[in-house]
C-alpha cells in the first residue's frame, strides 16, 4: 500500500519561511522522480516543483523559481525549502510521484498523491 505523507505546514507572515516534507512508503522510490503541487481556493492544482530520480534535475514553476529548494533527503523522503513566502503562496500543498525517472510539470504523469498540508501565508 503506497502512502505519501506530508508535514511542516502551517501559517507564516510574507517573508517568512516554511520547510515541507514528503515521506513516503509501500515503494521504492529512489528510482522515480517526486514532486509537489498546490491548490489555492477556487483554483485549479498547479506544479510547483518536481525532483529526478537522483536528484540531480529539478523543476520549478516560474513563480517559485529562486525561493523554493526541493530536495531529497534520502530515497524515500522529498522536501520542499519555501523562502520569502507571499500571500499567493497560500494553497494546500500536495506532494505527489509518478511512475518515471523524471520529473513532470503535467500532473496528470503523477499516479500517488498525499493528502495535503495546509500553508497560509499572511500579509
Known amino acids: 500500500h503506497v502512502q505519501l505523507v506530508e508535514s511542516g505546514g502551517g501559517l507564516v507572515q510574507a517573508g517568512g519561511s516554511l520547510r515541507l516534507s514528503c515521506a513516503a512508503s509501500?515503494?521504492?522510490?529512489?528510482?522515480?522522480?517526486m514532486g509537489w503541487f498546490r491548490q489555492a481556493p477556487g483554483k485549479e492544482r498547479e506544479f510547483v516543483a518536481a525532483i529526478s530520480f537522483s536528484g540531480n534535475t529539478v523543476y520549478y514553476a516560474e513563480s517559485v523559481n529562486g525561493r523554493f529548494t526541493i530536495s531529497r533527503e534520502n530515497g524515500q523522503t522529498v522536501a520542499l525549502q519555501m523562502n520569502s513566502l507571499k500571500p499567493e503562496d497560500t494553497a494546500v500543498y500536495y506532494c505527489?510521484?509518478?511512475?518515471?525517472?523524471?520529473?513532470?510539470?503535467?500532473?496528470?504523469?503523477?499516479?500517488?498523491w498525499g493528502q495535503g498540508t495546509q500553508v497560509t501565508v499572511s500579509s
Open positions: 505527489a510521484a509518478p511512475k518515471s525517472a523524471y520529473g513532470s510539470y503535467d500532473s496528470a504523469e503523477y499516479v500517488y
Open positions: 509501500g515503494r521504492t522510490f529512489s528510482d522515480y522522480a
